[in-house]
């Protein structure tokens, strides 16, 4: 596969990192949200937050490459409508992945406990402590997840489709080796 | 202005004839507060409702005693699944001890208008001997107490079990407190 139709490295690493802390982070969310207070409970809730936390530094950078790198095109058997709805999704899964963990931050202040990273930097508190405010952004937060965990499963059905399917190069620009499959 | 004060403090060294007696603690502008961390995150919480009766004149500071009892059902650790939580029997166990209770045992003066006071804190059936360095603010005849200490909870069993490990719930507790005063004059008694 020529290099210049692959994501560079970086881009790969950056992507799948994020892929990998997504199914961390969400799956650690619901669960820690059923538990009764333990320090367990308090531990999980603290690496959630920072897993969030890393998601949304990835997702910047990711914006940063995104603003210097010309991404590989997709090839070009797919239909325009099919690119666009590609290039749509991908918006919208930038959106969510910060806009969930401003969300999960915001919702930490407003109820009173600040997000510390890595037990290490304090994040300022943007707002005060308001326990109205608090749940309704904790609302936010769930619905926006459900929201990410719907395109999430659009994202991978349409990268496994072309892959299995059309037999395109779709999901091998984002892989780091592999033969150019010959159609 | 100058001379007044000077005069002032003379006559305040000359054995407190002049001086007030703090005595009349004002509940409602008194606050009793601690911080401590959760996973590295620093936490404030306060109790909700506690007495202090405390007689300390800065001229007399011998004869300085206080007193202060904490409802630990008042407490508010910050969320109410907390609240909840603590005054169960792993942490305060309310229902067998119901209150906190610091007795001194003596002031001393640090200079200027530091001093320390010494006492029992007693916490879950257990008393220690604490000091806490504190500031005495006077404005006319209102006296305020601004002091801190920091309290390790396991030396009072406050989080046993599976809490009792201080790498997510820190054992060191900063307690605050901020007391106001109103002086009762020991002549006009």
């Not at chain 1, 290490?120 to 937060?141: I, R, T, Y």
């Not at chain 2, 530091?114 to 504190?134: H, M």
């Amino acid at each position: 596969m020529n290099p210049s139709t692959r994501y560079t490295t970086t881009a790969m690493a950056l992507h799948w990192l994020t892929a990998l802390f997504i199914f961390t982070t969400f799956p650690l969310g619901v669960y820690m949200h059923e538990l009764a207070l333990s320090p367990l409970k308090l531990q999980l809730v603290s690496y959630h937050k920072w897993l969030g936390v890393t998601i949304f530094l990835l997702t910047v950078a990711r914006l940063a490459w995104r603003a210097t790198h010309v991404p590989p095109p997709l090839p070009e058997t797919i239909p325009l409508w099919q690119q666009r709805a590609a290039h749509g999704l991908h918006f919208l899964l930038y959106v969510l992945l910060l806009t969930i963990p401003l969300t999960g931050w915001l919702m930490s202040s407003a109820k009173g406990f600040p997000v510390v990273y890595l037990g290490l930097v304090q994040l300022p508190d943007l707002v005060g402590k308001d326990k109205v405010l608090g749940d309704l952004l904790a609302e936010v937060h769930e619905m926006l997840n459900f929201g990410l965990l719907a395109l999430v499963g659009m994202h991978i059905a349409a990268a496994l489709k072309h892959h299995f399917i059309e037999h395109d190069d779709t999901l091998r620009r984002m892989l780091p080796s592999g033969k150019r499959v010959e159609s | 202005m100058k001379k007044l004060q000077l005069l002032l403090t003379l006559l305040g060294a000359m054995g407190g004839a002049y001086a007030a007696e703090f005595n009349q603690v004002q509940a409602d502008k008194s606050t009793l507060t601690f911080a401590y961390k959760q996973m590295g995150v620093p936490l404030e919480g306060k109790f909700r409702k506690f007495g202090a009766q405390l007689a300390f004149d800065p001229a007399r500071i011998n004869a300085a005693q206080a007193r202060l009892e904490a409802d630990i059902a008042s407490i508010d650790t910050g969320s109410s699944e907390g609240n909840d939580e603590v005054v169960g029997k792993l942490w305060f166990n309310t229902k067998i001890y119901p209150v906190a209770q610091f007795v001194s045992t003596g002031v001393k003066a640090l200079g200027g208008n530091r001093y320390e006071v010494l006492g029992k804190l007693t916490i879950k059936g257990r008393s220690l001997d604490v000091s806490a360095p504190f500031t005495f603010r006077q404005e006319g005849s209102v006296g305020v107490f601004d002091g801190a200490f920091v309290l390790k909870r396991l030396d009072y069993a406050i989080g046993e079990g599976l809490w009792a490990d201080v790498g997510t719930v820190a054992n060191e507790v900063r307690i605050v407190f901020h007391i106001v005063t109103n002086a009762v004059s020991p002549i006009k008694k």
